[in-house]
């Protein structure tokens, strides 16, 4: 069986088990075949658990899941999403705010492959910002701590293609905060 045997296997039993459970959503998905010479992912599907409903503050998150380099050799999938963005609403606010935007990668101790750099994050950051759209979130924020100082040209990169202002409130740390106006 061929690696891409491999992966479209893989993401069709993951797609099949994320539209079977009532508690997910699919917000979008591609289903290409892998060229190994690209940088993003051809192959991917970003879900989330958010429903809208009358519920004034919850947590929610955004998962994107793909077969490349996530696949055994059985098989299986290793992982059920490889980017999670988890966010809060406050209805009473009509905000979002960012929680986490995480990318499994070498720091992670659940890594197996690195996939830094290979657009999930960004997938997940646009599936976020049409969800809010959607939802008529008036504002998103987000905390940068200072564990995020490492990659704080990245996360400035991405946040500010997305439209998010950045504001450093100590940039020996890296602390500050991310805002948009829907």
Known sequence: MTVQTEY??????????????PRLTVLSSMNQPQDAAQKKVSQYIVFTDFKFDEQKQK???????????NVDKYGHSKADYQSQLLF???????????????????????AFYDFENMG??????????????KADIAQVDGTISSFDKVNLTKLRHIFTKFGFTIK???PQTGIGKISRKM
């Open 8 to 21: 479209q296997q893989a993401y069709n039993k993951r797609l099949a088990a994320i539209e079977a459970d």
């Open 59 to 69: 947590t929610n998150s955004i998962y994107v899941y793909t077969p490349f380099e």
């Open 88 to 110: 809060e609403t406050n209805r009473w606010d009509n905000g979002m705010h960012i929680t986490i935007l995480e990318t499994l990668g070498s720091e992670s101790r659940l």
């Open 120 to 133: 999930l994050a960004q997938l997940a950051l646009k599936a976020f910002i049409n969800l809010a759209t």
């Open 168 to 170: 450093l409130t100590d």
